[in-house]
């Protein structure tokens, strides 16, 4: 198995609604990202994970909130979003370590509508 | 910190014609990789190339080639013979080498349009 799968694909939600974006992958990556892509702008890096710990958040804010339960795994709760929030999430992850670092494998995303 | 720049915004060019996609990258770091990703208009990130600091040959895969050049900190891509499913936005990206601060910075992109 050599996907990130992302669920939903796409999501509508009311700005006082709470929701979880899923990403999931079994291909024994230890590290695993979420990205932000507004319409016609490149992928933000918003949080990273390494060996199920948070080792980079790029001040997102609290709105999102990440949470990785296990090595296969890595969720980004949403609650009380704004309509600028509604974006292209995207969920990656890479081997983890200094031996055979072969790139990102990316989701192929959910598309968030905040209404 | 890292920067990546795509001074093309928009590429518009007839089936055929070869095209090339800069880009041009900022790092502190004296290794890093770099990373070509093609965007077509439903949103996945197909990726197309890595490259390693240390390695700087030039790469043929069929219609696509890239020329590395660290002297002049430039990454191009050049797509020979297009077609109009070349139709996407490409994405240069670069990330550090260090397992502690691995991530993809990304280029702002190209929109190439291949006209039939």
């Known amino acids: 198995d050599t996907e990130v799968t992302q669920t939903p694909k796409h999501l509508v939600m009311g700005m006082t609604n709470k929701k979880s974006l899923k990403c999931e992958q079994h291909m024994g990556h230890r590290a695993m990202y979420w990205y932000k892509q507004k319409a016609k702008k490149p992928p933000e890096l918003m949080f990273v994970?390494?060996?199920?710990?948070?080792?980079i958040n790029e001040s997102v804010p609290s709105r999102f909130s990440p949470e990785c339960p296990n090595s296969s795994l890595l969720n980004l709760h949403l609650h009380a979003l704004q309509p600028e929030d509604s974006a292209l999430y995207l969920c990656a992850s890479s081997q983890s370590g200094t031996g055979g670092f072969y790139g990102y494998t990316f989701g192929s995303g959910t598309r968030l509508t905040v209404v | 910190a890292q920067k990546v720049t795509q001074a093309q915004t928009e590429i518009s060019v007839v089936e055929k014609e070869d095209v090339t996609l800069d880009c041009v990258y900022e790092t502190r770091d004296t290794t890093y990789y770099l990373f070509w990703y093609k965007q077509p208009p439903s949103g996945e990130l197909v990726f197309l190339i890595r490259?390693?600091?240390?390695?700087?040959q030039n790469e043929i895969s069929g219609r696509y080639s890239w020329n590395f050049q660290k002297s002049t900190s430039s990454f191009n891509f050049t797509i020979t013979a297009s077609q109009v499913v070349d139709s996407a936005v490409y994405f240069c990206?670069?990330?550090?080498?260090?397992?502690?601060?691995?991530?993809?910075?990304f280029g702002s992109g190209t929109r190439l349009q291949v006209q039939p």
């Open positions: 994970y390494s060996y199920e710990k948070l080792s």
């Open positions: 990206a670069l990330s550090p080498l260090d397992t502690g601060r691995r991530a993809l910075t």
């Open positions: 490259r390693n600091s240390f390695d700087e």
